[in-house]
């Protein structure tokens, strides 16, 4: 499969299960056991499928630093995500978490030098306000959790931008990297974890599957990203939104309210929007020079 376009969706697939995995077992299990299965399982994958493509090669980096550096974002985001969804629903902790489009257009401007107009602030405010809608501050539907997950969407534009500054790295590397860091950094966190109850087999299952699944998504979005500008390929992250609905009501029973769908809409809004200004003042700037 060469489309980065259908790799980009594909991954937001394996994602979405992913997330619907991680909220069954953390609620059942405890936070730092799924991040583990998460990150174990990518670097089973990551490993052999590195040596695979740059032989003995296949760790070395170009920028350690840097790979580290976006690797624990990564670990730090999963974290946060896998948090929030202990106690909030799928489809509306997944509509926070699509602010990071947003993010990526307003940090653009410090971290790659572009100019963020009043416009685009002035958007990224109504995305901001999708929030609100969402999660409503002071009512019953509210949550702290809301506030990981804000979080959560400014780690991930980060992460996302700085994945872009490393197309030097084979996409292999970078993949590799993605796995080891989260690997050692939740194995150093299980002593400090709960006593596993006992589980089912089929949660054993979850635990295998969404390692896996985590993986792969991740090795199709940065095989995406090293083919194709994020800012082409990030409109498409908000199909996910159909699958954490979907995901919500066929397992939790969960489907949001029409003051929380309206939010999720100005948040998708916001996010595409930013996106296609972000891609029409490239093209000018390139007919310019």
Request: hydrophobic share 55%.
């Amino acid at each position: 499969m060469k489309s980065p376009i259908a790799l980009f969706i594909l991954s937001g697939i394996c994602f979405s299960t992913v997330d619907a995995i991680a909220k069954i077992l953390v609620q059942e299990t405890n936070l730092i056991a799924v991040l583990w299965a998460r990150f174990f399982g990518q670097v089973l994958l990551a490993t052999p499928v590195a040596i695979w493509f740059l032989g003995r090669k296949f760790g070395r980096t170009n920028n350690l630093r840097l790979q580290l550096f976006r690797s624990f974002l990564l670990m730090i985001t999963s974290a946060l995500f896998f948090a929030g969804l202990n106690w909030l629903p799928l489809a509306e902790a997944s509509s926070i978490t699509f602010t990071a489009p947003i993010w990526v257009a307003i940090l653009s401007g410090p971290i790659l030098g572009d100019k963020v107009s009043r416009k685009e602030w002035g958007i990224a405010g109504l995305g901001f306000f999708g929030i609100l809608l969402v999660a409503r501050p002071g009512s019953e539907v509210f949550h702290m959790a809301a506030l990981l997950l804000i979080l959560m969407a400014f780690c991930n534009a980060l992460f996302q931008i700085y994945t872009r500054k490393l197309t030097n790295d084979s996409a292999y590397t970078t993949f590799f990297y993605s796995g080891l860091v989260g690997f050692f950094t939740s194995t150093a966190l299980l002593p400090y974890a709960k006593e596993l109850p006992s589980i089912s087999t089929l949660d054993y299952a979850l635990f295998g599957a969404i390692g896996i699944l985590g993986g792969l998504g991740h090795l199709l979005v940065v095989l995406a990203l090293y083919r194709m500008r994020p800012y082409k390929l990030t409109p498409l992250v908000f199909l996910q939104l159909i699958w954490a609905v979907g995901y919500g009501f066929l397992i939790f029973g969960q489907y949001p309210d029409s003051w929380g769908l309206l939010g999720m809409l100005l948040i998708a809004f916001s996010g595409l929007w930013l996106i296609w200004h972000h891609q029409s003042k490239s093209q000018s700037t390139k007919e310019l020079n």
